[in-house]
């Protein structure tokens, strides 16, 4: 199904594929399109109908969204969810080319956005979602900050033999950092307080010059004479 008419050269591509669906029985897969269908209809109106492109079928399906990564990135993680109720999604994400090709069977979307999402697609059987380094690029741009959550896992290589850095998504990361971020300032604070306290007890004393007219004690009104105190009763 086409709910755009045109997409630009570049565009986040989640590419939503069924593990193992080439094996399962025919009413199997059937069960599982239906699922992912329902999924695409509850998940998608999230998302502006002019700013996605959605192409499904045969256990599959690539959703291109144009300048919105953190937009993507939600969609893929809540289809995600699907899982829980038996779906066995495996979900691949790319930032790069996407283009409309129009075939007998209807539009595919084609480039090297889809082919990427695919190839993450495929290497998701253990995580679930997997991205490559040009969409952490793009949510890092789109939404500063929110790329932590990416962390990497491991270098895949395509049929070209091209390789990719990989990132899986760890909602968890963002914590650990704040609390190695408070470890690391307590400890160089302990240090400083340590090194200062030693430089006071192993360091000796240095001669203060001036130390004398500091530590003389002030005098008071009380102290000083005053001049009308002479030759009067």
Not at 57 to 76: E, I, R, W, Y
Not at 78 to 107: F, Q
Request: hydrophobic fraction near 45%.
């Amino acid at each position: 199904m086409t709910e755009a008419e045109h997409l630009p050269a570049l565009s986040s591509v989640v590419l939503l594929r069924i593990c193992d669906y080439a094996r399962r029985p025919v009413a199997e897969q059937a069960r599982l399109n239906a699922q992912l269908d329902t999924v695409l209809a509850l998940l998608l109106p999230a998302i502006p109908a002019r700013t996605r492109m959605v192409l499904a079928g045969n256990g599959s399906a690539a959703v291109a969204v144009l300048d919105n990564a953190p937009a993507a990135l939600n969609f893929a993680e809540r289809a995600l969810h699907a899982n829980n109720a038996g779906l066995g999604l495996c979900i691949g994400i790319d930032h790069g080319p996407v283009e409309v090709l129009s075939s007998d069977t209807g539009d595919v979307l084609a480039g090297d956005g889809v082919a990427t999402a695919s190839v993450m697609a495929a290497s998701a059987t253990d995580t679930g979602l997997l991205v490559t380094q040009n969409f952490r690029t793009a949510l890092a741009q789109k939404s500063p900050g929110a790329e932590i959550a990416l962390v990497p896992t491991v270098n895949l290589s395509d049929a070209g033999l091209r390789t990719y850095q990989v990132y899986g998504l760890d909602r968890l990361a963002p914590r650990r950092r704040r609390h190695q971020f408070i470890l690391i300032a307590v400890v160089m604070a302990c240090v400083l307080l340590a090194t200062a306290m030693a430089l006071r007890l192993w360091v000796p004393e240095r001669p203060r010059p001036l130390a004398s007219y500091f530590d003389k004690p002030a005098s008071t009104p009380a102290d000083r004479p005053s001049r009308f105190s002479h030759g009067r009763p």
